[in-house]
């Protein structure tokens, strides 16, 4: 029986690190850090995102300063409130929910974020920074979220064999990069137009699925001693929430395993909470964030 990398309770130790180091920076005289979230529209599964997000903010001691658009904002007025953001001192971070309404590109609303204060990572220069190497820049929060999960564990990841399904500019690429960083992993990157799935999940020594399809990855598809990192949420029409892969099989075969839910979600926010800290300590002059040292 596989171990079970829990993101739950790693995520809520992180909260609890997190807010005493808030304390400590507070008690010193300075204000506490904020993030600024845009949310566009009323796409329910944001909304929860959203929420978590403020919630977990409140708990650490960021002040969350929440702006809720209509689904037909104008992008220019969007553009216009990041704009004002972006110069806020009193602004650590910004986070636009996505996906934002099709009227509005995308691409343009992230790089008009202040990369400094981009603490999803999303910004071409963060992007940039992660691919080259460079140390200074902000990390995606899933990815960072599951390199310190596989990390807590004492998962090796150092020559092994790194297969990620999904190649989405959020999850699987940065995923990727982050492994290649320092010549860490062998990494290969699957899509939906990779023709053999299952001839490169077969050879994985730690894979990771990112697609949003209950039950692709199956543990015929994997070898013994895997480990797995689930980062799919799928809603069943039972109103069950589940992964990419098939949990209860594969746990019987791999050498570890997240849970959905309780696996990847909880790091991703955590590391959020981590990104806007560490952007607010060096705003103060001090180093960035340790954790956000991979
Ligand atoms: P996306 O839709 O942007 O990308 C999906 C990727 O899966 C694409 O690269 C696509 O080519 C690939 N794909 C589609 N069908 C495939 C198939 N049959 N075989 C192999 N690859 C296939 O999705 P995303 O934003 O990266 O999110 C993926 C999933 O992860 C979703 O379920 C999302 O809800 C979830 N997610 C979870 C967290 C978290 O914190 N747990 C964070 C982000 C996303």
């Avoid at 199956?218 to 029409?237: C, F, Q, S, W």
Wanted: net charge negative; aromatic share 4%.
């Amino acid at each position: 029986m596989a171990i079970i990398l829990d993101g739950k309770s790693l995520a809520k130790k992180i909260r609890q690190q997190l807010k005493s180091e808030v304390n400590q920076f507070v008690e010193k005289g300075l204000r506490n850090p904020s993030l600024a979230v845009i949310l566009v529209g009323n796409d329910p599964a944001s909304e929860v995102y959203v929420k978590n997000k403020r919630k977990a903010c409140e708990e650490v001691g960021i002040n969350s300063l929440y702006i809720h658009l209509s689904e037909d904002t104008p992008e220019e007025e969007l553009l216009r409130i990041i704009d004002k953001l972006n110069k806020d001192e009193d602004v650590d971070g910004i986070l636009v929910q996505l996906p934002l309404p099709k009227h509005i590109d995308t691409q343009k609303v992230i790089t008009s974020i202040s990369p400094e204060k981009d603490v999803d990572g999303f910004h071409p220069e963060n992007v940039g920074k992660l691919s080259t190497g460079m140390k200074d820049g902000i990390i995606p929060c899933t990815p960072l979220g599951i390199w310190i999960l596989l990390k807590e564990y004492g998962i090796e990841t150092f020559k092994k064999d790194v297969v990620i399904v999904g190649a989405s500019n959020i999850v699987g690429k940065p995923m990727g990069l982050l492994f290649l960083r320092n010549e860490e992993a062998t990494v290969t990157i699957c899509h939906k137009n990779t023709k053999d799935l299952r001839k490169y999940t077969e050879e994985a020594d730690i894979l990771v699925v990112a697609v949003g399809k209950p039950n692709l990855i199956t543990a015929d598809m994997v070898k013994r001693d895997v480990v797995v990192v689930d980062v799919g949420i799928n809603r069943l029409e039972d109103g069950r929430l589940v992964g990419d892969t098939d949990f209860e099989n594969i746990k019987e075969k791999a050498f570890a395993i997240t849970p959905v839910p309780g696996g990847v979600g909880p790091m991703t926010v955590a590391s959020l909470l981590i990104n806007t800290v560490s952007v607010y300590r060096q705003k103060f002059g001090y180093p960035k964030h340790p954790l956000t040292d991979v």
